[in-house]
């Protein structure tokens, strides 16, 4: 009887700091004048453009796992946004959750067709990632992102595995142009010592931290004059 007697008075004493602490929880979280910055807050939707964290890439996976929730984080980074109908081909072909983009966050990109998950993952890269590169090695901004398309009903090339590209879940992209009229291209740039090169193996490892599968020059010849990234099941930065 004292054991329990014991047990009951140390459980007691704990409701009142867990009733307290569950509010300060509360409070911290759900008050309008919270002080905790929405990019660490966990109830708040994703902000493309706010500073990285630690649960960054958990609200990126929660909203790219909703459509409507994809397509309005997509809308504050790369407005203008165009939400498309899905484009179905068969069961092996097709794009869903479909968006049309022209814009990321401040360079232009010829007009794209791609899945919302795949967009949003693009315009995070060239803000987040490409962007601070290139200010760092190159000492501008970049100002357009070349790209080779997002869908394409095709197998892998030697194989017949559908490719990503067949779901419109992978993006290839060749090149950059600089504000300041640099043009960048893997084609022509990838070899070399000097900030160029630099600039495109950084801009490669940085899309490795957005997309599962990142595929450049060094891979093999079929990559020479690419970046492909896709969200497929296998995973690697080469």
């Not at 179905?88 to 479909?98: A, M, P």
């Not at 000492?139 to 030697?158: D, E, M, N, Q």
């Amino acid at each position: 009887m004292q054991r329990r007697n014991r047990i009951g008075w140390w459980l007691g004493g704990l409701f009142l700091p867990m009733v307290a602490l569950a509010f300060a929880v509360t409070t911290l979280l759900y008050h309008p004048q919270t002080p905790l910055p929405p990019e660490w807050n966990p109830t708040r939707p994703l902000d493309p453009k706010a500073p990285l964290t630690r649960i960054t890439q958990w609200k990126l996976a929660r909203a790219v796992a909703d459509p409507q929730l994809c397509t309005a984080a997509l809308g504050r980074i790369a407005a203008p946004v165009v939400a498309l109908p899905p484009q179905e081909k068969d069961n092996q072909c097709h794009i869903r959750n479909r968006v049309q983009l022209s814009d990321l966050a401040t360079a232009r990109v010829a007009t794209l067709e791609t899945r919302c998950d795949i967009a949003l993952r693009f315009a995070m890269w060239e803000h987040h990632g490409l962007q601070p590169v290139a200010q760092s090695l190159l000492g501008a901004r970049i100002s357009r992102v070349h790209h080779f398309g997002s869908y394409s009903c095709r197998t892998i090339a030697g194989s017949s595995r559908m490719s990503q590209h067949a779901t419109a879940n992978a993006l290839d992209v060749s090149g950059f142009d600089l504000a300041d009229g640099q043009q960048i291209r893997l084609r022509n740039d990838w070899q070399g010592t000097g900030n160029t090169a630099k600039f495109l193996r950084a801009a490669r490892d940085s899309a490795c931290e957005w997309f599962r599968m990142v595929l450049s020059p060094d891979y093999n010849a079929a990559h020479h004059d690419h970046f492909h990234m896709d969200q497929g099941r296998w995973s690697g930065c080469r």
